[in-house]
């Protein structure tokens, strides 16, 4: 569902600028400018208002949430680099990344290569329920679920870190979008995947 619905998304841009375009290489139009036009609900200059969003949550068929600082209260790559250690260093760079200073997959590296961690060491923090759910998070996604509503974790966070609070809130495995560790055959940090839709 996800990939169709950001491969539509693409497809509309690049038709939006073909269109302003007359199919020249050299678009008339950047590609913020091309999204506002093809998508202006996307690109409100005021506030939605509360009585908008329940009319949204109402009539979606699916609902995306970030994790980090929306459905739990922390920054899940800072509080783990603070577990092993080094949360100084890996709280600037999330800092930086969040700014847009430096491209994700750099920084998600450079986080990473800070942090080294290990898949004992991951499993330890986790059992530790060093992770904090947003206050009323649980029940919102409850009363989503018993709407029909389909709920999907969208986050450039962790698969190791969100699947348990995916259990938690009775979300499917297969509606987690993130990033995942990888681990060598010793449990030693090796990389991450770097061919997720997240990174």
Same mark, same amino acid.
């Given at each position: 569902w996800l990939t169709q619905f950001w491969s539509t998304r693409r497809r509309a841009t690049e038709s939006a600028l073909m269109l302003h375009t007359g199919g020249y290489a050299e678009p008339c139009l950047s590609v913020p400018d091309a999204m506002k036009a093809f998508f202006p609900s996307m690109f409100r200059s005021r506030p939605t208002s509360a009585e908008e969003a329940k009319k949204a949550l109402q009539n979606a068929d699916a609902v995306c949430f970030d994790v980090d600082s929306t459905v739990i209260v922390q920054e899940g790559i800072d509080v783990l680099a603070s577990f092993f250690g080094k949360y100084d260093e890996v709280a600037a760079l999330t800092k930086t990344a969040?700014?847009?200073?430096?491209?994700?997959?750099?920084?998600?590296?450079?986080?990473?290569?800070? %942090?080294?961690?290990?898949?004992? @060491?991951?499993?330890?923090?986790? $059992?530790?329920? #060093?992770?904090? =759910?947003?206050?009323?998070? +649980?029940?919102?996604?409850?009363?989503?679920?018993?709407?029909?509503?389909? %709920?999907?974790?969208?986050?450039? @966070?962790?698969?190791?870190?969100? $699947?348990?609070? #995916?259990?938690? =809130?009775?979300?499917?495995? +297969?509606?987690?979008?993130?990033?995942?560790?990888?681990?060598?055959?010793?449990?030693?940090?090796?990389?991450?995947?770097?061919?997720?839709?997240?990174?």
């Open positions: 969040m700014e847009g200073g430096v491209e994700f997959q750099d920084a998600m590296a450079q986080r990473l290569e800070l %942090v080294r961690p290990t898949a004992e @060491g991951v499993r330890a923090f986790l $059992e530790r329920d #060093a992770l904090t =759910l947003s206050p009323g998070v +649980a029940q919102l996604v409850a009363r989503l679920h018993e709407l029909g509503k389909d %709920v999907y974790l969208v986050s450039g @966070g962790f698969t190791n870190m969100i $699947e348990p609070l #995916a259990e938690a =809130l009775h979300i499917p495995k +297969a509606n987690i979008f993130a990033n995942t560790i990888l681990f060598d055959e010793c449990g030693r940090y090796k990389d991450f995947d770097r061919l997720a839709y997240t990174s």
